[in-house]
Structure formats: structure tokens, C-alpha cells
């Protein structure tokens, strides 16, 4: 496995074209959606919307956050989140992709640890993440300490757990 030096940091509007992108390509090469779900114009619109705070989650809350993952300058995976009310929570998970090819690096984790950093320090613990009952990608949520609510919803009791893992 080839070593990467990967960037992380906070993004915001500057980036939707790369977080669309990314999305749109996640999708499309694991083959979790149709194509009307994995437009990139589409996914263009919708993240502009999260940023500029135009749509909003249901039982969304102010503050959001946006992380992403660079490699080469080239925007490889990102992390959104916000505060929220749902189902109980102080915080959700809103979106997490990282490019196929760049899976299985520790980037998704190191995303997560972010996130889970930026929850902690505004005291936010329980945040949950809904995830589809097909979707192969349940396991990384559960490796990192999540556990079910249901079958579409899985939940972290106290985030500051993935914050603090090495």
C-alpha cells in the first residue's frame, strides 16, 4: 500500500464542487445508488444548500461543520455534521465519503475523529447517523462504537470515545 499524506482540514463553500464530486463518485462506484441520486449537479445543489444553511436537515441545529480529506491537493473524502434534536441526540453525522480508492487508509477514521473532536469540545455527546439497512458500509460505524437505535439509525452514546481513540 502506497503512503499518503493526507490533509485534513475545515471546508466550507469553496469546496461543494469537490464534496459534490466525491459524493457523486462514491456512489456511483460502489453502486449504492441510481443515477438521478448520484447527479452531480444535483448533489452540487443540495451541499450548497447545507453550507450556506438554505436546507436543512430535519431536527437540524446551528452549529454545522464540514472536514475534508486531501491528498495532492485533491479533495478524497470529507465528514459533515451538525448539532440536531434527533431522535434524542445532541448531534448528527450528516454524510461521510471517502473515494473508493482511498478506503481502507484510515482516512474515513481520522474524519470521524475529527468530527467527534468538534462535537466533544462544544459538549455534544450522543450523535447519531442514519444509514440504510443495505448499506455495506454499517460495519465502520460499528467499529467505531456506534450502536443500533434501528435499522436505519445507528447511535454514539458519548462521541468523545472516537475523538479519543488512537
Same mark, same amino acid.
Given at each position: 500500500?502506497q ?27 460502489? %453502486? ?8 452531480v449537479?444535483?448533489?452540487r ?8 444553511? =438554505? ?12 472536514f *475534508?480529506? =486531501?491528498?495532492? *491537493? ?16 445532541? %448531534?448528527? =453525522? ?7 480508492k ?6 474515513? %477514521? ?6 467527534? *473532536?468538534?462535537?466533544?469540545a462544544? %459538549? ?36 468523545s470515545?472516537v475523538?479519543?481513540?488512537?
Amino acid at each position: 500500500m502506497q503512503l499518503l499524506s493526507i490533509e485534513y482540514r475545515e471546508v466550507g463553500i469553496e469546496a461543494v464542487d469537490e464534496i459534490a464530486s466525491v459524493n457523486s463518485d462514491t456512489l456511483r462506484e460502489c %453502486g449504492l445508488a441510481t443515477a438521478d441520486i448520484y447527479d452531480v449537479e444535483r448533489l452540487r445543489n443540495r451541499w450548497k444548500g447545507y453550507v450556506l444553511r =438554505l436546507q436543512h436537515p430535519q431536527k437540524a441545529l446551528e452549529p454545522r461543520i464540514l472536514f *475534508g480529506a =486531501l491528498a495532492d *491537493g485533491r479533495m478524497v473524502g470529507y465528514i459533515a455534521g451538525h448539532f440536531s434534536t434527533r431522535h434524542g441526540c445532541e %448531534g448528527e =453525522l450528516q454524510s461521510i465519503y471517502v473515494l473508493p480508492k482511498y478506503q481502507r487508509r484510515r482516512i474515513g %477514521g481520522e474524519l470521524l475523529k475529527r468530527l467527534a *473532536g468538534w462535537f466533544a469540545a462544544r %459538549g455534544q455527546r450522543s450523535i447519531c447517523v442514519g444509514v440504510e439497512p443495505t448499506n455495506p458500509y454499517r460495519r465502520f460505524y460499528e467499529k467505531h462504537g456506534a450502536r443500533y437505535l434501528d435499522e436505519h439509525w445507528l447511535v454514539w452514546d458519548d462521541i468523545s470515545a472516537v475523538a479519543d481513540e488512537s
